[in-house]
């Protein structure tokens, strides 16, 4: 092997070795946004101390999370009909409206003159939810270990996961587009209105192509009828 080539691996190697430390550290990174949201958050996108790697990656926790939730919860904490639990469907029944949240989030910045991209949103976000998983992950199997009367061991912990996450995502977001508090909050107040109108735009439109084709398989059954 030549030495032109051998150098030309050692470089890839060293490339994915970096690549790889850098994937991990930005993982680790969560947990200083977690404690320290306002100077966490303000590294993370402007800083560039996050990854979309690791940000997607606590997505995936996240949904992998809930649908665990859903199938391995103690039937006294929660009632699912497993027999029609489809995992990808509920997956997808949180993605769609998280990254449509992140999509309005990012258009309503127009408005505001937020300084936020899209990436730096979805970051944020991803981040946002690690509170969720690392409580919540853990409770779903503790769940099969408590008897009922320990119930409110569990409901405190659920409400503080979800509570938490809700606070980072806000800190988040007021940290990426530099806003303060107020109007933050208002701005919030416009993704959701956003977000609501992204769904109803979406489901017209899926509405008159379903009609559009509806429409044009009747045509070419009629005319197929016709010619026979």
Sequence with gaps: M??????NKSAKAAARKEKWRRYLSSLKYAKHTMFHPFDG???LTHEKRGSFGAATTYLFLFLL???LKLMYTNFQFITAPLQYINVFEQAASLLLPFLILCLANWAATTLFDGKGRFI??????CYALVPFVIIQLP?????NMISFDEAAFYTVLMSVSVVWS??????G????HDYTPGKTFIFLIFTILGALIIIFLALVFFSLLSDAAS??????RETAFRLN
């Excluded at 030549?2 to 150098?7: F, G, Q």
């Design 2 to 7: 030549s030495a032109t080539k051998l150098l």
């Design 41 to 43: 958050f303000w590294d």
């Design 65 to 67: 999370t809930h649908v």
């Design 120 to 125: 730096d949103i979805y970051t944020a976000m």
């Design 139 to 143: 409770l779903v199997f503790i769940s």
């Design 166 to 171: 809700v606070m980072l995502a806000f800190v």
């Design 173 to 176: 977001l007021m940290q990426v």
């Design 215 to 220: 429409f044009f398989v009747s045509m070419y």
